[in-house]
């Protein structure tokens, strides 16, 4: 038996999505402003802040797991991030109710990218933490980082 609270939560996000079967549109995100600290190897303990470059990645909804596995209170989409290397990274999103529209709150599994992203405007704020966002990382300098960037995304399909 559904609880009430199933019951609003699918309602919302029909609302939102436009309806069962409705998709995300495919979209480019590009970084307006990119901000981090790195914890270099070898030295001292202590993250120093470093200069990241904006970043550029696509958004696409996953429909072969949208249409496999179950959408239910905690996942409501499915996204594949595909940044300008051609690494991938799958997201879970929830719906999420921002300033005055509703959005979505993705994360990699396990968490290392965070994603929000406002479903009217197409703005997002996306964090990553982890050895390899660092844009200098190699064998012989790498380390732990974490970044914090905001930008927008436009729909590919001219939307």
Do not use: K
């Amino acid at each position: 038996m559904q609880t009430a609270w199933s019951w609003v939560s699918a309602a919302v996000l029909c609302a939102f999505a436009g309806g069962v079967g409705a998709s995300f549109p495919d979209v480019e995100c590009v970084a307006r402003n990119t901000a981090g600290f790195h914890d270099y190897e070898g030295g001292a303990e202590d993250y120093e802040a470093s200069v990241f470059h904006p970043g550029r990645f696509a958004l696409s909804e996953n429909v072969f797991l949208m249409n496999n596995l179950s959408v239910d209170d905690r996942v409501q989409l499915y996204l594949t991030m595909t940044d300008t290397d051609g690494e991938v990274t799958e997201l879970e999103c929830r719906t999420v109710r921002g300033a005055g529209a509703q959005g979505y709150s993705c994360v990699n599994i396990p968490p290392s990218e965070l994603l929000l992203i406002n479903g009217t405007t197409l703005r997002f704020t996306r964090t990553s933490v982890g050895g390899w966002t660092f844009a200098g990382a190699s064998e012989n300098l790498n380390g732990d980082s974490i970044f914090i960037e905001y930008g927008q995304c436009l729909d590919r399909g001219g939307g």
